[in-house]
């Protein structure tokens, strides 16, 4: 008799759960659910990045001048239009070559201030020396 009992009043209870809001808050607000910390979230937490876009192609960069202000974190994706180019940046141990094709990421932070050269860093021709750009580092 107790079984009985037992077995009814689960099926009763199975007979609530539709009306039960057992899904509630999941998938209701996806956007909040996992980044509560908001503007205060870790990115953000950390220096401002400047990212570029950076074209090596016979004789030149594109764009050939950079400007961030000191302290920055700088992202430059560099790809090749043409052949294999280098792009080097002595002053933040920047010297990366890029091969045609493909694109290379490179990051440093910007910790002084000045104008520092960009230059090619691969023998690419005869224009290779006048290859060169600037980059531009804002004091703060
Ligand atoms: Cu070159």
Known sequence: MRTLVFVVVA?????LL???????????????????AGPTSPPAAQAPEK?????????????????VRQGD????????ADG????????????SLIPRG???????TATEAGT???????????GHADMRGSLVVVAK
């Open 11 to 15: 099926v009763a209870g199975m007979a």
């Open 18 to 36: 539709p009306e039960t809001p057992v899904n509630a808050g999941v998938g209701k607000d996806p956007a909040t659910a996992y980044a509560p």
């Open 51 to 67: 990212a570029f876009e950076v074209v090596a192609r016979r004789f030149a960069f594109e764009p050939s001048t950079l400007e």
């Open 73 to 80: 974190r700088v992202r430059i994706l560099v790809s090749s």
């Open 84 to 95: 294999v180019h280098g792009i080097g940046i002595r002053k933040f141990k920047v010297n």
């Open 102 to 108: 493909k694109t290379v990421t490179i990051e440093f």
């Open 116 to 126: 520092f050269p960009i230059v090619c860093s691969e023998a690419c021709g005869d």
